[in-house]
């Protein structure tokens, strides 16, 4: 992503998050929230996660943008990968955890499990048979940059953009957030210059066009010449009234008296 496209801010709020990569010149496909209405109050339960919201949140936001995309049908993607960003991470875990090591407490393994952001990237990724790279970055202005890079490489023919942002790492000390969006690569430039004109038809390099040098079906091609049919063919009738045709020169010797 050029220096310009990136967000002067890089604290993007996740509703603003579709707004931001169309702003970096990504292609949205889908995008899908979390809350999206009064009536999300709590993120839907993710099995295996536990004491944060952290991982629903992701998951429910990335849920709804491929159900956007794929009109609430799971089919097959291209080649798609998954960006958790966050800020902050995951800061109900991280307290739940700190908590648990000041008190003495004995710590359960699915917490040691969720410690790393990439456990919901990995959920995904295998939920909904995404099998592009999965990368975690910081805040919404890496993980677009980060989308750009895996599409312009190869790595990814899609990007699927997660970016959650709990209570005490939004700007306004708000609710839970998360948000999600289904990146494509930026479409070609419609220049008339630009070189994937040259598959067209009409353009002069097209080895379609009669003016074209490779065209097999002009008179003056070279691979003409070879044709018994052509003028210029040694064996073509009209070859033989030239004065330096060979057979011409039979016949006049033969004419001698």
């Known amino acids: 992503m ?4 990136q967000p002067a801010d890089s604290t993007v709020r996740p509703e603003d998050l579709p707004a931001a990569a169309a702003a970096a010149g990504l292609r949205v496909l889908a995008a899908g929230r979390w809350p999206r209405s009064a009536a999300d109050l709590e993120p839907p339960v993710l099995p295996g996660f ?3 919201s952290f991982s629903p949140l992701a998951a429910e936001a990335a849920r709804r ?3 956007a995309h794929q009109g609430g049908v799971p089919a097959e993607l291209p080649v798609t990968a998954v960006v958790v960003a966050s800020e902050l991470g995951d800061l109900a875990g991280a307290v739940q955890v700190a908590e648990a090591v000041d008190g003495g407490a004995r710590l359960g393994p699915l917490l040691f499990f ?6 919901v990237a990995g959920h995904l990724a295998a939920r909904r048979g995404l099998t592009g790279p999965v990368v975690c970055v910081g805040g919404a202005g890496g993980g677009l940059e980060v989308a750009e890079l895996l599409l312009a490489d190869g790595d990814a023919e899609l990007v699927l953009l997660v970016l959650v942002e709990q209570a005490a ?3 306004d000390g708000g609710s ?3 948000a999600a969006v289904l990146l494509a690569p930026p479409p070609l430039p419609d220049r008339p210059d630009h070189l994937d004109h040259l598959d067209q038809p009409g353009h002069p390099g097209h080895p379609d066009r009669p003016g074209h040098l490779d065209h097999p ?8 010449l070879g044709r018994p049919d052509h003028p210029d063919h040694p064996s073509h009738p009209n070859h033989l009234g030239r004065p330096g045709h060979p057979d011409r020169q039979q016949e006049q010797e033969g004419a001698q008296p």
């Open 217 to 224: 079906d002009r008179p003056d091609h070279p691979s003409h």
């Open 176 to 178: 839970d957030r998360a």
């Open 65 to 67: 943008c491929l159900d």
């Open 169 to 171: 790492a939004g700007p």
């Open 50 to 52: 536990v004491a944060s």
């Open 2 to 5: 050029s220096r310009a496209a």
């Open 114 to 119: 969720q410690a790393v952001p990439n456990a």
